[in-house]
């Protein structure tokens, strides 16, 4: 059995779509086939502005056949490209003739494991593992998460009615998008939440050196839920009525070993410590939430480039190195020459960017027309909810790749707002805005126009200055 089609898309999450229905509207009279694992694939929602370049936006399921009448699909796995040829075979055997390829098959968790008790260590990564963490949770009374980024940190503000034991290798939590001083706002707007809000506001601006000693290096740091997917699952455990308990925190630690404990069907865990120190703690089941690395379980006629994280190597075209096969979200990494305010992170945002790009890409290339690289890769942004408030990231958010010349100026009112500038020689490079603050746009304003600030000092953030309409 074989199917022809002009462009073949592989994956069924937010870049595999994107670049589906970006092709549908580029190419509207041209064959789109749509390879995925699940019926059910994952699509943009809601879309809406939060500045002129950087957008919101939902996460919606469905199935396959509500794509659309233009894009054809098929539920099977990829097996093999021949990118010399231009086919490529199904796990079940069916050849697939194209024209262009890409490949958007995503990421996979990195769980953590030491070969033994693995049905006690799960990875949340798309709808069946949150489906099977709902089931753990009927019957637990301890969770152990491992990790530091935003899957952690939602279960840890989402979980309820068990005991959540949170191991970070950081100094402090959510170090994947935040600051200390950001992680200090939303622990004390948690352990906070039934006292009256404060709404002292405080400012303060501070070399890079007083956050980190002299002698520390700088460190780099199915389809994918999306934003908010915790919304719309009951994660309560089996401590029934105990309602949400403030997670124990392990900081600087990590998992030394652990066993089961046939008797009490648990797990006995022994954590270590930077300090050196160890300590013992019995769990239900471990949460491991420790990022994702790219997914490319297929073979190729020839081998294709990847870059050092594993990813397949694509330029600012979301080209690889193969003839006409193109790649694009979390199996990707970007080998081009990035622009000053942005870097790669494998979020949602970015998924849905990099297949976006890539269906304007495989376009232009099928239509023989030029094309250059979309605006958004310009600016990194980033929008998202942390503990209950709205985040915004831009820019080089957490000083990366500044080394250690720059500047970063605080304003925070406990319970309400954090914002935090990251300013080198005068310039806005980079910034965390935390609650509602509607300075997205003013920033992002900043930060491409390169505006000295220098002249302003501290009075940039000063809350009786309207900055959006100075600067805006």
């Known amino acids: 059995m074989s199917r022809d089609c002009n462009f073949l898309v592989v994956g069924g999450g937010i870049a595999g779509v994107s670049c589906a229905e970006t092709l549908a509207i580029c190419c509207p009279s041209s064959s789109i086939l749509l390879l995925t694992e699940s019926s059910i694939v994952k699509s943009v929602t809601n879309l809406v502005p939060v500045a002129r370049y950087l957008h919101k936006f939902d996460v919606r399921e469905k199935d396959v056949n509500e794509i659309g009448a233009s894009i054809a699909t098929i539920v099977d796995q990829l097996e093999y490209i021949n990118s010399r040829e231009h086919w490529a075979r199904t796990k079940t055997g069916v050849i697939l003739k194209y024209r262009y390829i890409c490949v958007c098959t995503g990421g996979s968790p990195k769980l953590f494991n030491s070969g033994h008790a693995e049905s006690r260590i799960i990875g949340i990564r798309d709808t069946d593992s949150v489906l099977e963490l709902q089931k753990r949770l009927l019957t637990a009374k301890d969770v152990l998460i491992l990790g530091n980024g935003g899957i952690a940190s939602e279960l840890a503000y989402e979980l309820k009615d068990v005991n959540v034991h949170w191991v970070v290798k950081d100094s402090h939590i959510s170090a994947t998008f935040v600051d200390p001083g950001a992680a200090e706002f939303f622990q004390l707007a948690r352990s ?257 126009n390169g505006i000295d600030l220098e002249p302003y000092g501290d009075d940039i953030l000063n809350p009786d200055i309207d900055i959006e309409d100075y600067f805006d």
């Open 192 to 448: 906070e939440l039934e006292k009256p809000t404060i709404t002292e506001t405080a400012i303060k601006r501070m070399r890079y050196g007083e956050l980190t000693p002299p002698d520390k290096k700088e460190s780099k740091q199915g389809a994918a839920l999306g934003p908010d997917w915790h919304s719309n699952y009951d994660l309560s455990g089996g401590s029934k009525d105990a309602g949400k308990v403030l997670p124990k925190m392990y900081y600087k630690s990590n998992i030394a070993d652990y066993h089961m404990l046939p008797e009490e069907g648990r797990l006995s865990i022994k954590l270590s410590h930077d300090d050196g120190s160890t300590e013992k703690l019995t769990c239900d089941f471990i949460v491991s939430a420790t990022g994702v690395q790219p997914r490319h379980e297929f073979a190729t006629d020839f081998p294709p480039k990847l870059a050092d994280d594993g990813g397949l190597s694509v330029d600012e075209m979301m080209r690889t190195d193969l003839p006409d096969v193109y790649a694009a979200g979390d199996v990707c990494s970007a080998a081009w020459e990035p622009a000053p305010h942005w870097f790669q992170m494998r979020l949602w945002t970015q998924a849905r960017q990099m297949g976006s790009m890539a269906g304007r890409s495989m376009s232009a290339a099928f239509e023989g027309e030029p094309i250059y690289q979309d605006f958004c890769f310009e600016l990194f942004g980033h929008v998202t909810q942390l503990f209950g408030y709205p985040v915004v990231l831009l820019g080089r958010f957490n000083g990366q790749g500044l080394g250690r010349d720059y500047e970063l100026l605080v304003r925070c009112t406990r319970n309400k707002e954090y914002i935090k500038f990251v300013l080198q020689n005068g310039r806005l490079r980079g910034a965390i805005l935390i609650g509602d603050t509607d300075l997205a746009e003013t920033c992002e304003n900043l930060i491409l």
